[in-house]
C-alpha cells in the first residue's frame, strides 16, 4: 500500500479550516502515519472554507442545514481536488452526493455535552432567567426542559469564539462537546458534563469520519484499518435513526446508541423547541441488528408523537 503514497501525490486529506476540524485531520494523518509507517510529508492537509463557517452569525436551523458544513469539501472529494475528507459524524446529512461513502469511523470519544459556565458550575444553580448561549435546537429544547425560565442567546462559532463569547455580560456559560474540548486539550473549562440520562447528545457526537469516493478502491484499503468495529454499529443504529425521523437542524432530536459486548442499547428523544413535551424511546438488542433499531425506535416515536408534531418542522 506504501507503493500508492510513494508513486502518486501524496494523500490530500481535506477538512474544515477550523481548529477541531484541523486536529481532527492531523489525528486521522498520525493514524495513517503510524499503521502504514509513513513519513509525514506522504500526507498533504488540505483545509476548505465551508459556507458555514463563512456565515457564523446566523443558526443552522434557517440556513439550510448541516450540509453547510460539507458541500464545498464534498465538491473537492468528487472532482479528485482531495482524495479523503475527514469530517465531525454530526455534521454529515443523512443523504451524501452520487459516489461518496462514510468510508472509516474512528473510535468514539466520549459523546456528551459539556456546560462551560461562566462563575456558576450547574444548569440548574444558575440565576431566574440567566441566559445561555445555544444555537443548537437540540440543546435549547434541553436546557428548557431542566430549567424553563432559562433565556437561549442565538451562539455560534468555533470553539475558540464560544469561549471567548463569555465574556459578554450577558452570557451566564454555554454547552459545547465534550469530544471537542478534549480534541483541543481544553477540558478544564467544563464545569459540568451533562449526563445523556437527561441530557442526549445529537446522533454521530464525538465520532471522526472519513468520507471518500466509493470508486477509489486503493484509498479505501488505505483508511480501512482505522475503522473501530463497535463505533461503525453505533453510527449506523443513531444515522437510521435520525434518517428515519428526517431529521434535520430544526428539530430538537438526540440519541445515543452503546455497544456492550454482543448488545448495542440505544436512547433516543424528539422534543417540541419549548421543551414542554418530548417523546423518548429506550430499545436495546443484538450489535448485528444496529440499523433495524434505530429504524423501530425513530418509527416508535414518530407513531407516538402524530403527525401534527412533526408539521412544524418540514
Given amino acids: 500500500m506504501c507503493n500508492r503514497i510513494c508513486k502518486d501525490l501524496p494523500l490530500r486529506i481535506g477538512t474544515r479550516s477550523s481548529a477541531l476540524a484541523l486536529a481532527q485531520a492531523h489525528e486521522v494523518r498520525t493514524l495513517l502515519m503510524q499503521v502504514h509507517n509513513l513519513p509525514i510529508d506522504a500526507f498533504e492537509i488540505v483545509p476548505i472554507s465551508t459556507e458555514g463557517d463563512r456565515i457564523a452569525s446566523s443558526s ?5 442545514g448541516k450540509g453547510l458544513f460539507t458541500k464545498e469539501i464534498e465538491m473537492a472529494l468528487q472532482e479528485g481536488h482531495i482524495d479523503i475528507a475527514v469530517h465531525s459524524t454530526k455534521d454529515m446529512p443523512v443523504i451524501l452526493p452520487d459516489n461518496l461513502h462514510l ?8 459523546p456528551r455535552d459539556a456546560f462551560i459556565g461562566k462563575t456558576i458550575e450547574h444548569i440548574r444553580d444558575l440565576p431566574y432567567g440567566a441566559s445561555i448561549g445555544s444555537s443548537s435546537t437540540r440543546r435549547q429544547a434541553q436546557i428548557h426542559r431542566i430549567r424553563p425560565d432559562l433565556n437561549i442567546v442565538p451562539y455560534r462559532g468555533n470553539i475558540q469564539t464560544r469561549l471567548a463569547g463569555l465574556t459578554q455580560k450577558d452570557i451566564a456559560g454555554t454547552l459545547l462537546a465534550l469530544a471537542g474540548l478534549k480534541r483541543l486539550h481544553l477540558q478544564a473549562v467544563v464545569t459540568e458534563i451533562m449526563d445523556p440520562e437527561y441530557f442526549l447528545p445529537t446522533p454521530g457526537q464525538g465520532v471522526i469520519v472519513v468520507e471518500s469516493r466509493t470508486d477509489d478502491s486503493k484509498t479505501n484499503a488505505f483508511i480501512k484499518p482505522l475503522a473501530d468495529v463497535n463505533t461503525h454499529y453505533e453510527m449506523t443504529c443513531e444515522r437510521v435513526f435520525m434518517a428515519t425521523l428526517d431529521g434535520s437542524c430544526r428539530m430538537p432530536l438526540g440519541g445515543l446508541a452503546k455497544i ?4 448495542i442499547y440505544f436512547s433516543g428523544m424528539i422534543m417540541t423547541l419549548d421543551g414542554r413535551i418530548s417523546y423518548e424511546i429506550n430499545l436495546h438488542g443484538f450489535f448485528c441488528d444496529a440499523a433495524e433499531i434505530g ?3 425513530a418509527e416508535k416515536l414518530k407513531k407516538d408523537a402524530g403527525s401534527s408534531f412533526f408539521e412544524n418542522w418540514v
Avoid at 260 to 263: S, V
Fill in 60 to 64: 443552522l436551523a434557517f440556513m439550510g
Fill in 103 to 110: 468510508s472509516v469511523y474512528l473510535k468514539r470519544e466520549d
Fill in 260 to 263: 456492550r459486548g454482543d448488545k
Fill in 295 to 297: 429504524k423501530n425506535a
